[in-house]
T-cell receptor, first 109, second 116 residues
Framework: GQNIDQPTEMTATEGAIVQINCTYQTSGFNGLFWYQQHAGEAPTFLSY??LDGLEEKGRFSSFLSRSKGYSYLLLKELQMKDSASYLCAVKDSNYQLIWGAGTKLIIKP | NAGVTQTPKFRVLKTGQSMTLLCAQD?????MYWYRQDPGMGLRLIHY???????AKGEVPDGYNVSRLKKQNFLLGLESAAPSQTSVYFC???????????????FGAGSRLTVL
């Protein structure tokens, strides 16, 4: 079966750095997405990785290792508005998106 | 610039009743999708459309029907609602198709459906 694993919940302090991990076992790989979802709102696109390595976009970076079936989202200089769920999704060999259950990130002052 | 608009935002149904969720997008996207989101689970694709007049089944299509009569609208119907269909439903659209690399999805705000 296909599986995406993320921690259910994480807590971090305002101004700090947090790393949210995502491991996947899918039938093939055609890219990995990270979305942010504030409570009661729509998911919004953060990043896309298809090649190994780090993609940096402002305070957010996303890393991919295809050989390890592993990605992480790195959030720097945390702000209270970063409190949200972070969804990892992998596109499999049939180009279907497989979604993780999401990681709820709680930021404390 | 509304993006993706879903109506209604909330609805309570009794078992066996029918209803339709409406999704409208103003971005001229070809591709549209209906997902459901349940606690502790990832988003699951119900049905999708690759263009006006076309629909296709996703991962969990049973109990749902869809129509795409106009490019900007994608309707999700429940003919006979069941408690297992209690969920938050998200519509999404994309400029590119699923086979086209980074096909970024733009989601609506969601419709929370409760079936008693």
């Amino acid at each position: 079966g296909q599986n995406i694993d993320q921690p259910t919940e994480m807590t971090a302090t305002e101004g700090a750095i947090v790393q949210i991990n995502c491991t996947y076992q899918t039938s093939g790989f055609n890219g990995l997405f990270w979305y942010q979802q504030h409570a009661g709102e729509a998911p919004t696109f953060l990043s896309y990785n298809v090649l190994d390595g780090l993609e940096e976009k402002g305070r957010f970076s996303s890393f991919l290792s295809r050989s390890k079936g592993y990605s992480y989202l790195l959030l720097k200089e945390l702000q209270m508005k970063d409190s949200a769920s972070y969804l990892c999704a992998v596109k499999d060999s049939n180009y279907q998106l497989i979604w993780g259950a999401g990681t709820k990130l709680i930021i404390k002052p | 610039n509304a993006g993706v608009t879903q109506t209604p935002k909330f609805r309570v149904l009794k078992t066996g009743q029918s209803m339709t969720l409406l999704c409208a997008q103003d971005m001229n996207h070809e591709y549209m999708y209906w997902y459901r989101q349940d606690p502790g689970m990832g988003l699951r694709l119900i049905h999708y459309s690759v263009g006006e007049g076309t629909t296709a089944k996703g991962e969990v299509p049973d109990g749902y029907n869809v129509s795409r009569l106009k490019k900007q609208n994608f309707l999700l119907g429940l003919e006979s609602a069941a408690p297992s269909q209690t969920s938050v439903y998200f519509c999404a659209s994309s400029y590119r198709g699923m086979g086209s690399g980074a096909n970024v999805l733009t989601f609506g705000a969601g419709s929370r459906l409760t079936v008693l």
